[in-house]
């Protein structure tokens, strides 16, 4: 102690001070705060980006920019992160066909290759949410009771009961489920497409995304079981009753009309 | 029967057979002789669309015995209970008892799927086949003088059940179905002063509450049943006592029944039409499904789904709430929510528009006399334009009640939809209106057209001269007779407007209001003159080149 007292009026000692305070604050920040993907350098990563920039300057620039900052006719995707565009593009809603109330679904574009390089660009641009990996959206992994509970709270309103869609304002509508890769209803919970609300980590858990992605494999599948026959689109009501007078009342007249031909004769006439 | 007995025992002294037996024991008792006398032979018209009744009255009898079944395995209690069945998407959830017993039903009782399939879809059935009936009553006039009551209680079966319906499809505390609660639930609290009172009375406190499924039970299965096997029995006692209907034909007048006997002929043909409604019903329950509750889950009430609506029968009330705009007035701390409390009073004014029709049509055309003879709807133009109206404001609400699915299937914006339900709940009925009553004219024209000149053949004569005539063929005098047989009653005169004095007449008001409508019904715009005979013996027997 009696070592430090005595040089502290060095003239480096102010020098060494600094070089302390700079090491430690420098060093808290390497080990606190959050590494964005875009830091990790390795070669393979960089070759994503560089070709995935490439593909967005023909596919994608027109709209959103050259860096993909947006334009008047389409949204800044800095932060959107890879899951975004995954969902987006894998699913064929982006590139955009036409411009209309929403965004329709098509066959895709792009390749699951390129999609990659696409959203390895788009990360590069800002973190966001990741591209979820094969366990997080696995339908084995989920409980399909719970995931009825959570899709009743949070998604028929829009989806209807068994997630067959319903519309929404002006044209616009909540897409039927059926059918769609369990991957790409992972990432539309997280990243909340167009019209949706997104559902991140934070207010909805990885588990909980499973769970109702294994309801609606339990209820909204080609194999799915419909014990009552065919389901008539399972919408409700209103198909039940067209249902119920075409083929119900309409049967019956059929049926009255054949009897009421077939009487009795008094005499020939 | 009587006359098989009466031949059995003059033909054959010795011990009497023991049906006779029993049925002279019977006979001493209540009179079954004679009721059977005057009643086994009663004649029945044949014509398909007199059969539309016996299709509710079989779908009746079908909810009946397949809502005796479901109770015995109901559970009407709102308790809260785990899930522990054979359907894995809900196990483990909370439920009410009445929504696990009614998956109990669905899934573990034998054959409980199909007769709860075979239940509701009688009930689609049930109602759907009371306004098609209806209507052949209205379109035909046999709502006239002697059936007016009838017409009513009839009416009233439909009523109530709308409400039978309601209750019914309720009971299972499905999400959907809990979705209508709510609703109901809304509407009753829009009423003015009392709605708070009766909510809380209804669900005994706060909403959901734990009481509506056991009220909701004891109406579904013993009160409004109740009202209706009372009211069904009268309306049947009523048509056998009216006698039934007929169309105009030859050989059928005001005074007589052309048709078949009721015994043997009618009761096999009936008998037999009934096993032919339940094995429609049954294959449809077989094939497709119907309110399938386990995919919509249990009710709570935080929960909702989109394509949330009622059964067909109350889509139209759902119409009028989905295109009403939301108005409300808050005044003085209190809020009267406009845009529930219209549509909840239009609700029963639109089933009471036909309801009144028949009292409304006499009244104006001062019609008293007994009418058992049925009018060809383009005969009454006006009535018959009156009907298609009030079909075309009940299928604009439906439609405004399904809009959501209007939308997504036809590529719609919801709002188009909504709009045009609103210019069209009063465009489209006046519409219909005046159209119906040209074509019906127009039918008018053709049918004097076909008397006078008969029928087209297509087959194409040239006359010696170079003209080019269409051969006509004459009806013969059935068809005749069909078309010529209605009477063409004139509007009511109020008489002249001054007195032999040349003072003017005090007339009532109502009374040239009436005599207006009744110029609108039977005036010279609404009646195209029949041939008379003159008209048709100058042309028949003229220069006959038809």
Not at chain 1, 194 to 211: I, L
Not at chain 2, 71 to 100: I, K, W
Not at chain 2, 147 to 176: K, V
């Amino acid at each position: 102690m009696k070592k430090l007292s005595a040089r502290r009026r060095h003239p480096l000692a102010a020098l060494v001070v600094l070089l302390f305070a700079l090491a430690a604050t420098g060093g808290l920040y390497a080990a606190l705060a959050p590494a964005p993907k875009a830091q990790a350098d390795d070669s393979s990563q960089s070759i994503q980006i560089t070709e995935g920039k490439k593909l967005f300057s023909v596919g994608c620039a027109s709209c959103h920019g050259a860096h993909g900052q947006g334009s008047s006719d389409g949204p800044s995707l800095v932060g959107v992160g890879s899951a975004a565009v995954d969902f987006q593009v894998g699913t064929g809603r982006m590139p955009a066909q036409q411009p209309g109330p929403q965004i329709q679904k098509k066959p895709g574009q792009y390749t699951q290759a390129e999609i990659d390089q696409l959203a390895a660009f788009i990360a590069s641009l800002g973190p966001g949410p990741v591209t979820p990996n094969a366990d997080q959206y696995d339908p084995a992994g989920g409980d399909s009771a719970k995931g009825g509970e959570l899709f009743r709270t949070n998604c028929s309103q829009c989806h209807n009961f068994v997630g067959k869609g319903g519309a929404l304002t002006d044209g616009k509508y909540a897409p039927t489920l059926k059918g769609v890769d369990p991957k790409h209803i992972y990432e539309a919970m997280q990243t909340g497409p167009q019209n949706m609300p997104s559902f991140p980590d934070t207010t909805m858990p990885s588990q909980a995304k499973a769970d109702i992605i294994a309801y609606l494999q339990a209820v909204d599948t080609a194999d799915s079981k419909n014990p009552g026959g065919f389901t008539l689109g399972s919408l409700g009501p209103v198909p039940e009753g067209l249902f119920a007078y075409i083929f119900g009342i309409g049967a019956l007249i059929a049926v009255a009309t054949w009897v009421a031909a077939r009487t009795t004769k008094a005499k020939k006439s | 029967m009587s006359t098989s007995t009466e031949t059995s025992t003059t033909t054959r002294r010795g011990p009497k057979h023991p049906g006779q037996r029993v049925a002279e024991w019977t006979d001493s008792r209540v009179g079954l002789y004679k009721l059977g006398k005057s009643n086994l032979r009663k004649i029945f018209p044949d014509h398909w669309s007199f059969m539309l009744g016996e299709v509710c009255l079989y779908s009746f009898t079908i909810l009946i015995l397949t809502g005796v079944y479901l109770t015995l395995f109901f559970h009407p209690s709102m308790n809260e209970v785990v899930y522990n069945g054979p359907y894995a998407p809900l196990q483990g959830v909370r439920m009410s008892d009445a929504y696990a017993s009614t998956m109990h039903i669905s899934f573990e009782v034998r054959g409980g799927l199909l007769i709860r399939q075979i239940h509701h879809w009688s009930a689609l059935i049930f109602i759907a086949g009371m306004i098609v009936h209806m209507m052949r009553v209205f379109f035909t006039g046999a709502f006239r003088k002697p059936r007016e009551l009838n017409w009513l209680f009839g009416w009233t079966l439909l009523f109530i059940g709308m409400f039978e319906g309601f209750t019914g499809y309720s009971l299972p505390d499905d999400l959907l179905s809990g979705t209508g609660v709510r609703f109901t639930e809304g509407a009753i609290l829009s009423t003015p002063i009392i709605g708070t009172y009766l909510s809380m009375f209804l669900f005994g406190g706060e909403f959901p509450g734990h009481n509506f499924v056991p009220i909701f039970y004891s109406a579904h299965i013993l009160l409004l049943p109740g009202i209706m096997a009372a009211l069904l029995v009268t309306h049947l006692i009523l048509v056998f006592y009216h006698k039934h209907t007929q169309f105009p034909g030859a050989g059928k007048t005001e005074k007589n029944v052309v048709g078949m006997p009721f015994f043997p002929i009618y009761t096999a043909k009936a008998g037999g039409f009934f096993f032919l409604v339940f094995g429609v019903i049954a294959a449809i329950a077989a094939i497709a499904t119907i309110n399938p509750i386990w995919t919509m889950g249990p009710y709570r009430p935080d929960q909702v789904s989109t394509g949330a609506q009622p059964d067909w029968y109350m889509g139209f009330s759902e119409g009028l709430i989905r295109v009403m705009p939301g108005w409300e007035i808050n005044a003085w701390g209190h809020t009267l929510v406009l845009g529930v409390f219209i549509p909840l009073m239009i609700f029963p004014l639109v089933l009471a528009a036909i309801a009144v029709y028949p009292f409304i049509e006499s009244w104006v055309t001062g019609d008293k006399g007994e009418h058992h003879l049925l009018d060809r709807p383009r005969n009454r133009p006006v009535r018959t334009g009156f009907g298609v109206a009030w079909l075309t404001l009940y299928f604009t609400l439906l439609i405004g009640g399904g809009n959501d699915l209007w939308a997504t299937h036809f590529h719609l914006s919801i709002e188009t939809i909504t709009w045009s339900v609103r210019v069209g709940f009063f465009v489209l009925p006046t519409l219909a209106y005046f159209a119906t009553k040209r074509i019906c004219l127009g039918l008018q024209r053709r049918d004097r057209d076909k008397v006078l000149h008969g029928r087209e053949t297509g087959i194409i004569k040239r006359l010696p001269h170079g003209e080019f005539i269409e051969v006509h063929e004459p009806l013969d005098q059935e068809q005749l007779h069909v078309l010529t047989a209605h009477p063409q009653p004139q509007p009511l005169e109020i008489g002249p407007e001054v007195d032999e004095n040349g003072v003017e007449r005090k007339v009532n008001p109502v009374t040239k209001v009436r005599a207006r409508l009744s110029r609108n019904f039977y005036g010279e715009h609404s009646q195209i003159p029949k041939p008379t005979v003159e008209e048709y013996d100058e042309i028949t027997s003229g220069h006959g080149h038809h």
